[in-house]
């Protein structure tokens, strides 16, 4: 087990700043838990486990997508968390997946109140748009976003600076049998994830891809996940120029039309 220093939760807020910024803005996808994990893992000094708990974390939400109004577990705070508790707790990745849950649902909650009082500054916004009122609209949209960003700073200062303690204490006063649980569930959630993301992308095309995929993976022993990342990597881009071929052939058949002039 380790304590995390004060200048470690500062920065750990910083980079909940950053990522809770791209987050709301869905910029550049640096919110995602592999990511987030990952620096959490080398502001802590833990890479290793941050890239263990990242690649867990990541799959348990790769199904998980806000759609409209919904807002799915927040995959910052179970990134940052998973490794936190890891850390502080010494507990393995798949435990700390199930005990960093209850913090992802708070700031889950925390940005569905956004979503819903932020509502009042519309009537500012269509005011401004309507005269046309550029920098008051881009002054209200930075408010906005500030406030999440800073919501964001606050709220893993003190789930991992403020309250490691208590999470210390809270998990060494668990009994084996549920500690054993949460092992448990945080071993199935990845493949839960991964199941959910299948649901919507995989189609009978593909299937031969996950097929070749799964025997690569299960059958073949090898060190690493690095010679079925190149299988994957080989299907992508056979699939990338096939695809490619076939739109410029329609493209070139709907130009130029069928010729009939040989009687063929």
């Known amino acids: 087990m380790h304590d995390i220093t004060l200048v470690q939760g500062i920065s750990l807020a910083i ?19 592999i990511i987030v994990s990952t620096l959490t893992g080398l502001i802590l000094g833990d890479l290793q486990t941050g890239l263990i708990a990242g690649a867990l974390t990541e799959l348990a939400f790769a199904g998980l997508t806000p759609a409209g109004g919904t807002q799915p577990p927040n995959p910052v705070l179970a990134g940052v968390m998973t490794v936190v508790i890891a850390y502080t707790t010494g507990t393995d990745a798949k435990t700390a997946i199930g005990l960093a849950l209850p913090f992802s649902f708070l700031m889950q909650y925390i ?3 956004y979503y819903s009082s932020f509502s009042f500054f519309m009537a500012k916004a269509d005011k401004y748009a309507e005269e046309a009122d550029i920098k008051s609209f881009i002054r209200l949209n930075i408010l ?5 960003a800073v ?10 600076y403020v309250a ?23 071993g199935i959630l990845p493949a839960v994830g991964f199941g959910m993301l299948l649901k919507v992308m995989l189609k009978g095309q593909y299937v031969p891809y996950l097929i070749v995929g799964f025997l690569v993976a299960s059958f073949i022993p090898f060190s690493n996940l690095l010679p079925v990342a190149m299988v994957g ?9 096939n695809s490619k071929n076939k739109a410029q052939l329609v493209q070139k058949v709907a130009v130029e039309g069928d010729d009939y002039s040989e009687g063929i």
């Open 15 to 33: 980079m909940a700043i950053i990522v809770g910024i791209d987050f709301w803005l869905e910029g550049l996808f640096i919110f995602r838990p």
């Open 111 to 113: 940005i569905l109140f």
């Open 144 to 148: 906005t976003t500030s406030i999440v």
């Open 151 to 160: 919501t964001y700073g606050i709220v893993v200062f003190l789930s991992t």
């Open 164 to 186: 490691q303690d208590a999470m210390q204490l809270l998990v060494k006063s668990m009994p084996a049998w549920l500690t054993h649980g949460f092992e448990i569930a945080g």
């Open 233 to 241: 990597a080989a299907f992508a881009i056979y699939e990338y120029f």
